[in-house]
């Protein structure tokens, strides 16, 4: 096997797989990504064998092959490298040479025919989304994936798609049982008379959190697309899937609550909001990051305590016309779910000050979010 390719090149198609290939080194082959020499390029492969990644790159091959090589070495080696071509050839027992100007590593591979296969993918059935309606999505849920949760299903997201005659709805909810996020969007009708009516995935975290990098790089319309076990994302000649996670998702619908049932609604702006919780914050009890808030009409009142520190309090402005209501928050989900909001002003609801609270922006019905309080 024999090519050359830019840096740039090889450096995106390395920088795409660090994520993917397995860390733990449980197998050897794990922690290397597959190059593919073929006539029309360089195929780059990354798995753990749960997700799965694809690329194929512009190269000048001059010799077809394939090898498999670390992955985290290799990109540190081009990430060194100056601007221009690099020489990358694959002599006897698979070592590997990589020549740049007056530079040369030679690396150890591993045979490519050892390398797990990814799943065979049909074209058909894959939903055409906007890239950047998509990522918005991933951006307000992924904040509220478990992670590493012992309830393993509440370590994924749930994807469901919903087709009607003249509508189809991406939704995604994320929930660690401490707090709650959904958003969805409206696509055009995609599916014939024969698509199914709703189909619902549960993807791994990790997986959302590389198709979210993916969709960060823009250029090129994203698709998606599930079978009974995978799922399927392609954008711009990149393939990636992923195992769906097994198991039955909590009805987060029994969750959310009703907005007529939350009779105690304060709306106040985001970014006051959010500085005035950090500065609170800071005195918060390190594990709980408990924060006091207090309403009370035409106002909020914010108070930490931390026995070995001191305390803080901090009061603003906002809309709020009922009864005087003593909750209280983990910090740092409220600023989860602030962090991903983008209007001037939100709004909190809730019934009494051990009930879940309601968070909205004033105008953005596809896009709920709710908060378990805590005693404090």
């Given at each position: 096997?024999?090519?050359?390719?830019?840096?740039?090149?090889?450096l995106?198609?390395?920088?795409?797989?660090?994520?993917?290939v397995?860390?733990r080194?449980?197998?050897?082959q794990l922690?290397?990504?597959l190059?593919?020499?073929?006539?029309e390029?360089?195929?780059?492969?990354?798995?753990?064998?749960?997700?799965g990644?694809?690329?194929?790159y512009?190269?000048?091959?001059?010799?077809?092959g394939?090898?498999?090589?670390?992955?985290?070495?290799?990109f540190e080696?081009?990430?060194?490298?100056?601007?221009?071509?690099?020489?990358?050839?694959?002599?006897?027992?698979?070592?590997a040479?990589i020549?740049s100007?007056k530079?040369?590593?030679k690396?150890?591979?591993?045979p490519?025919s050892?390398?797990?296969a990814?799943?065979?993918?049909?074209?058909?059935?894959?939903?055409?989304?906007t890239g950047a309606g998509?990522l918005?999505l991933?951006?307000?849920?992924l904040f509220a994936?478990g992670d590493?949760?012992a309830?393993y299903?509440?370590?994924?997201?749930l994807?469901?798609?919903?087709t009607?005659?003249?509508?189809?709805?991406?939704r995604?909810?994320?929930t660690d049982g401490?707090?709650?996020a959904?958003?969805?969007?409206?696509?055009p009708a995609s599916?014939?008379k024969?698509?199914?009516?709703?189909i619902?995935a549960?993807?791994?975290?990790?997986a959302?959190f590389?198709?979210?990098?993916?969709?960060?790089?823009?250029?090129?319309?994203p698709?998606?697309g599930?079978?009974k076990?995978?799922?399927?994302?392609?954008?711009?000649g990149?393939?990636?899937?992923?195992?769906?996670?097994?198991?039955?998702?909590?009805?987060y619908?029994q969750?959310v609550?009703?907005?007529?049932?939350q009779d105690?609604?304060?709306?106040?702006?985001r970014?006051?909001f959010e500085g005035?919780l950090r500065?609170v914050?800071?005195?918060?009890?390190?594990k709980?990051n408990?924060?006091?808030?207090?309403?009370?009409p035409?106002?909020?009142a914010?108070f930490s305590s931390?026995p070995d520190?001191?305390?803080?309090?901090?009061e603003?402005?906002?809309?709020?016309k009922g009864?005087q209501?003593t909750t209280?928050f983990?910090?740092?989900?409220?600023?989860d779910?602030l962090?991903?909001?983008d209007?001037?002003?939100?709004s909190m609801?809730?019934?009494n000050?051990?009930?879940?609270?309601l968070?909205?922006?004033p105008g953005?019905?596809?896009?709920?979010c709710?908060?378990m309080?805590?005693k404090?």
């Amino acid at each position: 096997m024999k090519l050359r390719i830019t840096r740039d090149e090889l450096l995106t198609a390395l920088q795409r797989v660090q994520g993917v290939v397995e860390k733990r080194n449980t197998m050897p082959q794990l922690s290397n990504i597959l190059l593919e020499a073929k006539p029309e390029g360089v195929d780059v492969t990354a798995t753990d064998l749960e997700i799965g990644m694809r690329g194929l790159y512009k190269a000048v091959v001059q010799e077809p092959g394939s090898v498999t090589l670390s992955a985290r070495k290799v990109f540190e080696i081009v990430k060194e490298l100056p601007e221009g071509e690099i020489e990358l050839a694959v002599g006897q027992n698979n070592w590997a040479t990589i020549r740049s100007g007056k530079s040369q590593f030679k690396i150890v591979g591993l045979p490519s025919s050892d390398y797990p296969a990814l799943p065979s993918i049909e074209r058909e059935g894959l939903t055409p989304l906007t890239g950047a309606g998509l990522l918005e999505l991933i951006r307000k849920t992924l904040f509220a994936v478990g992670d590493n949760d012992a309830r393993y299903i509440l370590n994924g997201l749930l994807v469901t798609l919903l087709t009607g005659e003249k509508k189809t709805t991406l939704r995604l909810v994320g929930t660690d049982g401490h707090r709650l996020a959904l958003a969805e969007q409206d696509l055009p009708a995609s599916g014939g008379k024969d698509a199914p009516k709703e189909i619902k995935a549960i993807i791994p975290k990790k997986a959302a959190f590389e198709m979210r990098r993916l969709l960060e790089e823009g250029d090129g319309e994203p698709q998606i697309g599930f079978t009974k076990n995978q799922m399927i994302f392609r954008k711009s000649g990149l393939l990636l899937t992923s195992r769906l996670m097994e198991g039955n998702y909590p009805n987060y619908q029994q969750v959310v609550p009703k907005e007529k049932e939350q009779d105690k609604k304060v709306s106040v702006g985001r970014v006051e909001f959010e500085g005035a919780l950090r500065r609170v914050a800071v005195l918060s009890r390190d594990k709980t990051n408990a924060v006091k808030l207090t309403l009370a009409p035409g106002k909020m009142a914010l108070f930490s305590s931390n026995p070995d520190f001191g305390e803080a309090t901090e009061e603003l402005s906002a809309q709020y016309k009922g009864d005087q209501l003593t909750t209280g928050f983990n910090a740092r989900y409220l600023l989860d779910v602030l962090g991903v909001m983008d209007g001037e002003a939100i709004s909190m609801q809730m019934d009494n000050p051990l009930s879940p609270c309601l968070i909205r922006e004033p105008g953005n019905a596809a896009f709920t979010c709710v908060v378990m309080p805590i005693k404090v």
